[in-house]
């Protein structure tokens, strides 16, 4: 029966994703921002499908199960933040920038040198993050389903790649919204099970008003507020965020969107968060890892593990999805330097109806080593919390300062950008490897041992590289008169061909 569930919630969402693929029409401002026409739901969805991934939910039960309600619930909490902070602050004027990726901001305010700096930066951390959501599922086939764990990876991939390559922005929304769908469904009927069968409990110092989790070094402030910072400012510069605040047909519609987007995440991820510590209670306070697993299989009804593991594999297929989508057009476009109107440089593709548009073909190209780069990744260092941290810690810590401050300070030019990016960057991976604990689980992935730094600094390096990387900013910004400074450079806004204009 699970299997049924699982492979029916997949073949649906593969349906979807085959048929809207016929909307690019062959132009790549169409696959990449779907023309800049969705609306309030799509983008909404968009956003609240790369926000409830696998870490929202099986890290954010297992974390809470084990440490508390902050422990966990920092995840959900952390992206809706970031969403709140990025319609605030940033939604309107991105949209309005009229971009095709991430890295094109940085090409605008910095120039060439910078944009493949930081373009090679969000791969490098996507590829983490693609690999993270690889792994959850993997083992989720494994599990349930006795499936291996590579040939469960590689499954996923399959049926990701097969929309993602035909329809790109287009499939990733009408997906979306299913898999949200089928996520916020799961989610109701797993908090409703637990709340009538066994009642929602909260055990001892564990639960929202016990802020010593907040404030207690000794029950894991640090790392609590690491996570929350990390993700609720570092995800800013996400590239599948921003690629579907880019793909909205406003800048009013965008701000919206991640608005709603963020209370849909709040609305999904805490009740995870409920459900893990009555789970204390249900399953006992020594399930080890995967609790989730552990309730579904051992006390829930069939049909209800069905729903929730089919939600589980919707919301880790639709981050798989914005991931492989944005990290190849930012290969093509900000690396390969590939535009829409560079006829000649590449082969036709003969699929999906690539037609002659190169950026086009170039982005589908090159989403294929880069998910074989994930691949291996997850065969290899079959974890989740790791590489998810890491990936999220290394944006905060080099992309983000010289995004903001870019944005809405006039001082401050590409040295001040190579700076932040290097600087940051360098002290993270450091304190990584000198750090024996990532966020509470073992460093067994790039751990270097010594005697000086322990498990108790845990957390402290998510907030110690974000400032160098800030210091370093400024003080090279300040290094030089504020007239040596010119206004940022106004490129050309990518300006869709009347074919990219229709609906």
């Known amino acids: ?30 696959y990449l921002v779907a023309g800049r026409t969705l609306g309030v739901p799509l983008v909404t969805a968009g956003l609240m499908a790369q926000a409830v991934d696998s870490n929202a939910t099986l890290g954010n039960t297992d974390l809470a199960y084990g440490f508390g309600f902050w422990a966990g619930a920092t995840l959900p909490i952390g992206l809706a933040l970031c969403l709140l902070l990025t319609g605030l602050f940033f939604a309107r004027r991105m949209n309005a920038a009229r971009l095709l990726t991430l890295p094109d901001w940085y090409a605008r305010r910095y120039g060439r040198r910078i944009e493949l700096i930081a373009s090679v930066a969000m791969i490098g951390a996507y590829v983490l993050l693609l690999a993270g959501n690889l792994v959850a599922g993997g083992f989720l086939f494994e599990h349930f389903l006795g499936i291996d764990y590579t040939l469960g990876v590689l499954l996923i991939v399959a049926v990701v790649m097969t929309y993602t390559v035909a329809g790109g922005m287009f499939s990733d929304s009408y997906t979306a919204a299913a898999q949200m769908i089928i996520t916020i469904i799961g989610t109701a009927a797993l908090f409703t099970w637990v709340a009538l069968t066994h009642g929602i409990t909260v055990p001892e110092g564990m639960g929202a008003f016990d802020l010593g989790q907040l404030t207690d070094p000794a029950q894991g402030a640090p790392v609590n507020w690491a996570t929350l910072i990390a993700l609720g400012v570092g995800d800013i510069v996400a590239i599948d965020f921003m690629q579907r605040i880019f793909s909205a047909k406003s800048p009013s519609v965008a701000r919206r969107a991640c608005f709603l987007g963020a209370a849909g995440t709040l609305l999904i991820g805490i009740p995870f968060s409920y459900v ?64 829409e109107t560079d006829a000649g440089k590449l082969p036709e593709l003969k699929i999906f109806g690539a037609g002659k548009d190169p950026l086009l073909r170039a982005s589908r190209i090159a989403m294929f080593p880069i998910v074989g780069l994930a691949v291996l990744v997850a065969v290899r260092v079959p974890q989740t919390g790791i590489l998810l941290t890491l990936a999220f810690d290394l944006m905060l810590a080099g992309l983000v300062v010289p995004f903001a401050l870019g944005l809405w300070w006039k001082r401050g030019g590409a040295a001040s950008a190579a700076a932040a990016i290097a600087v940051g960057f360098t002290v993270r991976l450091v304190l990584f490897a000198l750090t024996p604990t990532v966020y509470g689980a073992p460093n067994d992935l790039l751990y270097f041992e010594n005697d000086a730094i322990t498990a108790s600094f845990d957390g402290w390096p998510t907030f110690i590289a974000f400032l160098a990387g800030t210091a370093a900013y400024v003080t090279v910004a300040l290094m030089r008169p504020a007239k040596a400074y010119r206004a940022p450079v106004r490129t050309p806004a990518v300006v869709l061909e009347p074919a990219a204009a229709k609906a």
Do not use: Q, Y
């Open 1 to 30: 029966m699970i299997l049924l569930g699982v492979g029916l919630s997949i073949v649906v969402v593969l349906v979807i994703g085959l048929v809207v693929s016929k909307k690019v029409d062959g132009d790549s401002g169409r």
């Open 276 to 339: 893990a510590l009555s789970a204390v209670d249900i399953v006992g306070p020594d399930a080890g890892s995967a609790v989730l697993f552990t309730l579904l299989e051992d006390h829930a009804p069939a049909w209800l593990a069905m729903l929730v593991l089919a939600a589980i594999v919707a919301a880790s297929c639709s981050t798989a999805n914005g991931a492989i989508l944005g990290t190849g057009a930012v290969a093509a476009r900000n690396i390969a330097g590939i535009r």
